[in-house]
């Protein structure tokens, strides 16, 4: 099986970093090819920086049908393009906001989630309404760093969210926490040590849950919304 994993902004050490976390929890015979959006923002901070990543992350989707992938990872938290990406694939595909926070839905009554910059909250929160798991959202937060910082080592960028989560536990009475960057994918071990909740990474999630849907000949349904574009 092969799975196509997008990291949908201009930074391949990002992509990298992503998908070895996939990899790290790949079931056997599942390929994971990880492309970057080539020509894309380098990070993706807000909705402009969101609406210029779609046409390289659509080119990808449109190349890993061709080559027959099982299914796509959309590895960028404020899920871009997912309509649109789906109407071109025949297998699932899913953003890891989508399946991080419904997969906190499943192990707890509540949950905040943490992300980089003050600007993506908004973002996140309308995510939450459109996924329906607002009601059990508890708060939306940002450790105010930039997404990049995450790529710099002595940033202190993993201590920020570390210190978030904890604010999030003592103030928001969520009981899980759910990490709203792609690029946070490596801490996710370190922050449940560091905090004693469950901190879901929607990386790994998402990729399970595509694995999951095609393992059981489950894809993306063509009949109407998610059909074929239109030849024009
Ligand atoms: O908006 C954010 O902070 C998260 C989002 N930006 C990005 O370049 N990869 C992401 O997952």
Same mark, same amino acid.
């Given at each position: 099986?092969?799975?196509?994993?997008?990291?949908?902004n201009a930074?391949?050490?990002?992509?990298?970093?992503i998908?070895?976390?996939?990899?790290?929890?790949?079931?056997?015979g599942v390929?994971?090819?990880a492309?970057?959006?080539?020509?894309?923002?380098?990070s993706?901070?807000? !909705?402009?920086?969101e609406?210029?990543?779609?046409p390289a992350?659509?080119? !990808?989707?449109r190349?890993?049908?061709?080559?027959?992938v099982?299914?796509?990872?959309?590895?960028?938290?404020?899920?871009?393009?997912i309509g649109?990406?789906?109407e071109?694939?025949?297998g699932?595909?899913?953003?890891?906001a989508?399946?991080?926070m419904?997969?906190?839905t499943m192990l707890?009554?509540?949950?905040?989630?943490?992300?980089?910059?003050?600007r993506?909250?908004p973002?996140?929160?309308e @995510?939450a309404?459109?996924y329906g798991?607002?009601?059990?959202c508890?708060?939306?937060?940002?450790a105010?760093?930039p997404?990049?910082? @995450?790529?710099?080592?002595?940033?202190?960028?993993?201590?920020?969210?570390?210190d978030?989560?904890?604010?999030?536990?003592?103030e928001d009475?969520c009981?899980?926490?759910?990490l709203g960057?792609?690029?946070?994918?490596?801490?996710?071990?370190?922050?449940s040590?560091e905090?004693?909740?469950p901190?879901i990474d929607g990386?790994?999630?998402?990729?399970?849950?595509?694995e999951?849907?095609?393992?059981?000949?489950?894809g993306?349904?063509k009949i109407?919304?998610?059909?074929?574009?239109?030849?024009k």
């Amino acid at each position: 099986m092969k799975i196509l994993l997008v990291n949908p902004n201009a930074t391949a050490s990002m992509t990298d970093k992503i998908a070895a976390s996939a990899r790290r929890v790949a079931g056997p015979g599942v390929e994971i090819i990880a492309r970057t959006g080539e020509g894309s923002p380098a990070s993706i901070e807000g !909705h402009y920086d969101e609406a210029m990543s779609v046409p390289a992350l659509l080119r !990808h989707v449109r190349e890993g049908e061709q080559e027959g992938v099982a299914g796509v990872v959309v590895a960028c938290f404020d899920d871009p393009g997912i309509g649109a990406c789906r109407e071109l694939a025949t297998g699932p595909v899913i953003g890891i906001a989508e399946a991080a926070m419904k997969a906190a839905t499943m192990l707890a009554t509540s949950f905040s989630v943490v992300t980089t910059l003050p600007r993506s909250v908004p973002v996140i929160e309308e @995510l939450a309404r459109r996924y329906g798991v607002d009601h059990q959202c508890r708060k939306v937060r940002s450790a105010s760093i930039p997404v990049l910082a @995450l790529e710099e080592e002595g940033s202190g960028a993993r201590e920020k969210v570390r210190d978030e989560i904890l604010r999030a536990i003592r103030e928001d009475n969520c009981e899980a926490i759910v990490l709203g960057c792609a690029g946070m994918a490596d801490l996710t071990d370190w922050l449940s040590r560091e905090t004693g909740v469950p901190v879901i990474d929607g990386v790994t999630v998402a990729l399970k849950f595509v694995e999951g849907l095609a393992a059981v000949s489950l894809g993306t349904s063509k009949i109407c919304a998610y059909a074929q574009p239109n030849q024009k």
